[in-house]
């Protein structure tokens, strides 16, 4: 996990974004669940466990994790992006 945030600080840095633990909290929950989860599900996970973000905050994070290569977006043809971890799986 380590490795993973250390990727997202890089990325952060890199493209002269703001590092917000809201983004950490998101980077944290995604990269410690299995599974494949739309940012809709992503975000009400989120809220059921009390972490206050927003879900544009979720949509933009996501993208960013993907973005990075820490996710991956997949579709399973239902027309719902969905996300998996991307990083140290190949």
């Known amino acids: ?13 890199q493209n002269s974004l ?3 633990p809201q983004r950490r909290l998101i980077l944290q929950y995604f990269l410690e669940h299995n599974g494949h989860l ?3 599900e992503f975000y009400y996970l989120l809220r059921e466990k ?6 544009a905050t979720v949509y933009r994070t996501l ?3 993907c973005d990075c290569g820490l996710a991956r977006e997949v579709n399973f043809g ?3 992006s969905r996300y998996e971890v991307g990083y140290g799986s190949e």
């Open 78 to 80: 239902d027309g719902v």
């Open 18 to 20: 703001k590092d917000t």
């Open 50 to 55: 009390s972490v206050p973000v927003g879900q």
């Open 1 to 13: 996990m380590k490795e993973a945030e250390a990727v997202f600080t890089d990325y952060i840095a």
């Open 38 to 40: 739309s940012a809709e």
């Open 63 to 65: 993208k960013l994790l």
